[in-house]
Structures are given as C-alpha cells and as structure tokens.
C-alpha cells in the first residue's frame, strides 16, 4: 500500500458500482485509480477536493487500485455552492488535459491548494478568481505572460503572449481594454481581483484568450464536450 497527498480532479464512471479517479498527488503527481467495486460512488472523491489517499502500489491498465481517501481540506462551502462547484469543475476538466502526465511538481501542487482553499472562502470575487486561476497558473506551465510589454492602449497577442502596439495580421489579437484587465490579472495582488469590473460576457471572453494562449503553447484543446457543458451553466 502507498499513501499520498491528492487532489481529486475528476470522477468518472467506470461501471456501475465502480469510479476511476484522476488526481495529482504532492508525492507522484499526476495518478488515475479505480474504486473498490462496492465503494460510495461519491465519498471522499468530489472534484478538486484535497484528500490522504491510499491505493495498492501495483498499476493494471495505468490504474491503481484505491483504498481509501480522506478528506483534509473543508471544501464544504464549493459543494453547496452551484457557482463554485462548476467552478471546480472547469478547474477539474482542464487540469486533467494539462497534467496527465505531469509527475512530482511541488510548487504546482500547492498552488493548487491554495486556490481550493481560497474558492472555497471567496464571495463575490469568485468569478474573477477563476480567471486569475487560470492566468497565473500559466507561470507554473512553463509559460509566461509578458506583463512588461504592456503598455495602456496596447493590444494582447496570445501566440506570441505579449503585448503590442497594433493587432497582428494573423489575427486573434485582443484589444486594449481586455489587453489591461489581462495585465492586472497576471501582476496585480490577489486582493484585488474583485476590484476588477468585469461582465459576464467579457469573463467568457477573457477565458476563451487564456485557453487559447496555455493551448496554443501546450498543444492542449480545451474545446471537450465537457467543458463546454460547464460554461453553458456560467452563460
């Protein structure tokens, strides 16, 4: 048996009375687990909960065998929050195309924590806290927004992930006004991410740039019937 530091990233059914789980652990990284046939479907498995897990140290398929999981971190306010828990799922989706094969990264493991915690105690910045998310996990990817290109009036370009004076001819270049915003989320203090007057529509927008740059970089498409189920409950 082995024991790990996990959070749970996504829970699938497998069959009828078994689940596979996809974590990323502080001790391995990126894992998948199958359940014990009789297991709970949900206990101690909800998207992007922190938990002790024990498995069986032998892989089957690329599965582990999961022994047990303990929950030790309250992530109680995201569970009986709608908002939040699809925020956690769109967190949950897109880290499992980013990190399936992504082994031991301390850093990112607690970065991850952090925000869970944080989403879990947020209010009303909650929204934009899914976009500084997802902004400031690109340094932890390898990539890097160039904030100090920006100047006021500039537009952003994500396939070059810095700013410019004028829209490229290649297009897909966003303009000043989302140029700033996209700034402020990747220099500004988290503090302040509620501060940031944003729409609905422009958080949409603002989302579709991120995935767009982590994708073009990464080769990773975000465009999974999955993900686009849990926007539709953000629009």
């Known amino acids: 048996m082995e024991v ?3 959070i749970v990233l996504k829970n699938a059914r497998f069959v009828e009375r078994q ?3 996809h974590l990323f652990s502080l001790e391995r990284g990126f894992l998948s687990m199958i359940t014990p046939s009789l297991a709970g479907k949900r206990e101690g498995t909800r998207v992007m909960e922190v938990a002790e897990v024990e498995y069986a140290g032998g892989t089957r398929g690329g599965l582990y065998s999961l022994r047990s ?3 030790t971190v309250n992530t109680n306010a995201i569970s009986l ?3 939040k828990m699809n925020i956690a799922l769109l967190w949950g989706e897109a880290l499992c195309l980013l990190l ?3 082994g031991k990264n301390k850093a990112l493991y607690d970065y991850l924590c952090r925000s869970v915690e944080y989403l879990n105690a947020a209010g009303d910045d909650a929204a934009n806290f899914n976009l500084f998310f997802f902004y400031r996990l690109c340094d932890l ?4 927004v160039d904030a100090s290109s920006y100047r006021e009036g500039y537009f952003f370009d994500p396939r070059q992930g810095r700013f410019c004076p004028s829209p490229s001819p290649a297009g897909g ?3 000043p006004r989302a140029a700033g915003i996209i700034c402020r989320l990747c220099v500004d203090p988290l503090s302040s991410v509620g501060d940031i007057p944003l729409s609905r529509q422009g ?3 603002l989302l579709d740039v991120v995935f767009s740059f982590i994708g073009y970089h990464l080769d990773v498409n975000f465009d999974t019937k999955s993900i686009r189920v849990i926007r539709e409950v953000f629009s």
Request: proline content about 0%; cysteine-free; overall charge positive.
């Open 4 to 6: 790990v530091n996990a």
């Open 19 to 21: 689940r596979v789980i």
């Open 69 to 71: 999981a303990r929950t």
């Open 81 to 83: 929050d709608v908002f």
């Open 100 to 102: 399936r094969h992504e």
């Open 141 to 144: 990817l390898g990539l890097r």
């Open 173 to 175: 270049t966003v303009g």
């Open 203 to 205: 958080r949409a927008m």
